[in-house]
């Protein structure tokens, strides 16, 4: 039987809420409770997939590099989200990006061959699994606009509106951690908030970045 910890856990993922009380305590049964400290790494890119991850508290980021060590962030990650669901379904299941805690972290980790047979056996599961591969293509497919088609004053008015209010919000980004976002380099970051700040758009304070002007911010991010 699986522990009440875990059930509850697995209760308050996004992707398993709505799914049967029976089907939930199915997947508690096969999950186990994974803690990280703030920096860890929790996969590699290029590894073998050892297992599916929810998280259960905490905020993680998910990132690829190059041969040449530039990040590309694909997302930050909160409670209740999952993260490498796609590995066990493929011929070579190896994971896709890395994935590290930003915070002290709390996780659901299902092995992968445990989590196919639980696919193939619980058809409400398949189900919720194939939404979240349908929002993840979205996601992706919207990074790839922002990448090929907005250039990078689009794209930093875009980061800092979104970023503007909510949890973030409080946040201190350094330049290299908003380059990693934008698919760019430190020192574009520094020129174009230098701009930026210039021609009256944002303050820049230290680390905290205060938006003066949403409208004009707005227009460019939509350019």
């Known amino acids: 039987m ?20 029976r089907v939930l305590a199915r997947v508690a049964y096969t999950a186990r409770l994974e803690r990280y400290r703030p920096g860890e790494i929790v996969i590699l890119e290029g590894e073998p997939c050892r297992a599916v991850f929810f ?28 993260f490498n669901t796609v590995p ?7 994971n896709h990006a890395t994935v590290r805690a930003l915070t002290s972290a709390t996780l659901l980790a299902i092995a992968c061959d445990d989590f196919v047979e639980l696919v193939r056996a619980e058809p409400e599961l398949a189900l919720a ?26 794209r930093l008015a ?3 509106l979104e970023r ?15 380059a990693a976002h934008l698919g760019t380099v430190r020192d574009v970051v ?19 970045i205060v938006v003066l002007d949403r409208e004009r911010l707005e227009a460019l991010a939509e350019a």
């Open 190 to 208: 520094g020129r174009t908030l230098r701009a930026f700040a210039d021609e009256g758009l944002v303050r820049i304070e230290r680390q905290r």
């Open 88 to 94: 066990p379904f493929l011929a070579l299941p190896v």
């Open 129 to 154: 699994v194939l939404r979240d591969f349908a929002d993840r293509i979205v996601h992706l497919v919207n990074l790839v606009e922002d990448l090929s088609l907005r250039s990078v004053r689009g």
């Open 55 to 82: 998280v259960v508290a905490g905020r993680l980021r998910v990132w690829r590099s190059s041969a040449e060590g530039r990040e590309q962030v694909l997302t930050d990650l909160e409670h209740g989200q999952a």
């Open 2 to 21: 699986p522990t009440d910890e875990t059930l509850t856990a697995v209760r308050e993922i996004g992707l398993l809420r709505a799914l049967p009380e």
């Open 164 to 178: 503007a209010e909510g949890p973030a919000a409080a946040q201190r980004w350094t330049q290299d951690e908003i």
């Open 158 to 160: 875009r980061f800092l």
